[in-house]
């Protein structure tokens, strides 16, 4: 049973990678080299951060070059702000009595600094800041706090901290929202990968906060498959009045390229769960919805976790001027022609989709019902115009019913 956390800081409670890509891109400007781009850096950078210092920049001192990033990063870090679901996640562990702790890189006045804002330093029994090598800190963390390693869980955004993770014999969590890909995560094998905190709360409470592997999400066997059922989602290509259809870029899906959408609630129809996906994904209200094709996503690598899914695809137009507002799942959006929009990685699910709708036409057809019609009650009046109307295409139905009412 899992008593204790040790929580990552950049990337795991905060989102600090604006910032640092900011401050690291200037090092490489000071130190002669290219700035770059976001997934470049992803990419690249490791801990601990002289492995980085060492690939990029091998001749410039380390004293050089901590001056130039912290004289960049003390500017920009107005920038860091909580994660989504941080906050709760802390009160649900205050609450439930789960001893918290702090391992990271992250400078100390930085991190209060950081706290200041966020507050989060009164959830934390003990932090451990500036601490390069993680993994030549966690056996003190463990021996000084009493802390016994199987009942510990280590909760981090890189592969670092899942190597410290093994190295201190402690449970491990990789989350998705911060520096590495899942791809990396997946490379360094934590016990468990979940998107967000709040997931991982669920998963703590459904198991009874066992994190033994048996407790893990994992293909199910044969008797558990017969006990499960797919999960139904909606999704959507949602034009604008150019004819270019919106592309959302998510960590979910390895990082690729798809379109806005999720699961269908209870008792909700497929229509409205794709109006109230795409409204909480993208901030868009959406129009001439209609149905394109169903597919069957099963145990797809392409995705964070195993899972079955029923995908029922359409295509849409939205309402007015688009003014995209993606939420914690989108990490960028583009408005693209159907083909630009397939040149671009995508995953598998939008690269069919995309297939379908291009071979059919770029313009979204007008929308059709994606639900019958409720039988409405039978006035007096178009009874009367029913008759009238049967009686004029039968005209022997027409004598039948008079004779009836003689």
């Not at 789960?98 to 932090?127: E, M, W």
């Not at 297939?355 to 409405?376: D, I, N």
Request: include cysteine; glycine fraction near 4%; charged fraction near 30%.
């Amino acid at each position: 049973m899992i008593r204790n956390i040790i929580f990552d800081w950049s990337g795991t409670l905060v989102d600090d990678l604006p910032a640092v890509l900011k401050a690291s891109n200037f090092v490489l400007t000071q130190a002669g080299k290219p700035e770059m781009s976001l997934d470049t850096f992803r990419a690249e950078f490791s801990l601990p951060f002289t492995k980085f210092y060492d690939r990029h920049t091998p001749d410039v001192p380390m004293p050089q070059l901590e001056e130039w990033f912290h004289a960049s990063f003390r500017d920009a870090q107005d920038s860091v702000r909580e994660l989504p679901h941080a906050r709760d996640f802390l009160k649900f562990c205050r609450a439930r009595k789960i001893r918290t702790f702090l391992l990271s890189t992250v400078h100390a006045d930085y991190f209060k600094v950081q706290c200041g804002v966020t507050g989060f330093d009164v959830f934390l029994d003990r932090p451990y800041t500036d601490v390069w090598d993680k993994r030549e800190k966690i056996h003190e963390i463990l021996r000084e706090n009493n802390l016994k390693p199987d009942e510990t869980l280590f909760i981090g955004d890189m592969e670092h901290d899942i190597e410290t993770a093994k190295h201190g014999g402690v449970h491990s969590c990789a989350v998705l929202t911060g520096y590495n890909t899942l791809k990396q995560l997946r490379a360094a094998q934590p016990d468990l990968i979940v998107e967000h905190l709040a997931e991982l709360r669920g998963l703590l409470e459904q198991n009874d906060f066992n994190i033994g592997r048996a407790a893990l999400p994992r293909r199910p066997n044969q008797k558990d498959a017969q006990q499960r059922v797919p999960t139904s989602t909606v999704g959507a290509l949602i034009f604008n009045r150019a004819d270019e259809a919106l592309m959302i870029r998510t960590h979910k899906w390895s990082d690729l390229w798809g379109i806005p959408g999720g699961k269908i609630k209870w008792g909700e129809t497929s229509e409205a769960a794709l109006r109230r996906e795409i409204k909480e994904e993208t901030n868009l209200n959406v129009k001439d919805i209609q149905f394109v094709l169903v597919q069957d996503c099963i145990h797809s690598k392409e995705f964070y976790r195993d899972a079955h899914f029923v995908l029922l695809n359409y295509t849409c137009r939205c309402v007015g001027k688009p003014k995209v507002i993606l939420n914690e799942e989108g990490r960028e959006f583009r408005w693209l022609s159907l083909a630009a929009a397939k040149k671009l990685p995508l995953n598998t699910p939008t690269k069919i989709l995309l297939k379908a709708v291009m071979e059919r036409g770029a313009h979204p057809p007008r929308a059709q019902r994606l639900t019958p019609r409720q039988p409405q009650p039978e006035t007096r009046t178009t009874r009367r115009r029913s008759q009238h109307a049967r009686a004029r295409v039968f005209p022997n139905q027409k004598s039948k019913i008079k004779k009836r009412r003689v």
